[in-house]
C-alpha cells in the first residue's frame, strides 16, 4: 500500500532504557527538533515490534537508526542500504522483534522502497543507564546533520546516495 505523495519516514529505533542502545531514538528526537523537508515523517520505533509494519508499507523511503555492535570502534556511522537481514550489520537484542525479522518480513509482503539505515556502533559491554555516553552523544548529533543534509539532498534531487559510506567520528 502507497501514498500517493512521496513521503520519507525516518525510524528511530533502540532501548533509551539501555543507553548508548538507544541512540536511534536519541538521533530521531534531535531530528525532530530541526527543520525537515516536506513530506517527512518521524517515528520514534523503539525496540520494534511488528506495529512498525504498518508505516513502513505506507512510505515511499525510509531512513532507520539503530545502534550496532558490527566491530568498528565506538562511534563509527556507517550508512548502508540494506535489502536483506544479511545485509544488517550486528545489532544488540534488546528488540522484541529484531530489525533483520522486520526487514525480512517487510521485503516478503512485497516492501520495495528504498531503505537506507545509519547504523551507530556502540559499546556492546557498557552498563544499564538512562543516558548516552559522551562519545555516543556526539556522533547522535553529527548522524542527526548527516541524516539531514542526506533528507535534504534527496528532497532536491529525488535520487539515494550510494550505498556503503562509513563516517569515523569521535
Known amino acids: ?8 519516514l525516518v525510524l528511530g529505533l533502540g532501548n533509551t532504557l539501555m543507553g548508548d542502545e ?3 531514538v536519541h538521533v530521531l528526537r534531535e531530528l525532530e527538533n530541526r527543520v525537515l523537508p516536506a513530506g517527512v515523517t518521524c517515528l520514534d520505533g ?7 509494519l504498518g508505516p513502513l508499507q505506507s512510505a515511499d523511503r525510509i531512513v532507520m537508526i539503530d545502534a ?9 556511522i556507517t550508512r548502508t542500504t540494506p535489502r ?10 534488546a528488540h522484541d522483534v529484531g530489525v533483520k525479522d522486520l526487514l525480512d518480513i517487510f521485503y516478503t509482503l512485497g516492501g520495495d ?12 559491554h557498557q552498563t544499564i543507564t538512562l543516558s548516552m555516553s559522551p562519545v555516543i ?13 542526506e533528507l535534504d539532498a534527496f528532497a532536491e534531487s529525488g ?3 550510494p550505498a556503503g559510506q562509513t563516517y569515523a567520528v569521535r
Not at 500500500?1 to 520519507?8: D, L, Y
Not at 550496532?68 to 563509527?76: F, L, Y
Not at 522502497?113 to 556492546?124: R, S
Open 137 to 149: 552523544e556526539r556522533v547522535a548529533n553529527e548522524a542527526a546533520g548527516r541524516i539531514v543534509a
Open 68 to 76: 550496532a555492535a558490527d566491530g568498528n570502534p565506538v562511534g563509527t
Open 46 to 52: 523503539g525496540t520494534g515490534g511488528f506495529v512498525l
Open 22 to 24: 538507544g541512540v536511534g
Open 113 to 124: 522502497c528504498e531503505v537506507v539505515l545509519f547504523a551507530i556502533t556502540i559499546d556492546p
Open 84 to 93: 536483506f537481514s544479511s545485509e544488517y550489520p550486528p545489532t544488540l537484542t
Open 1 to 8: 500500500m502507497r501514498n500517493s505523495g512521496h513521503t520519507t
Open 159 to 161: 535520487q539515494i546516495e
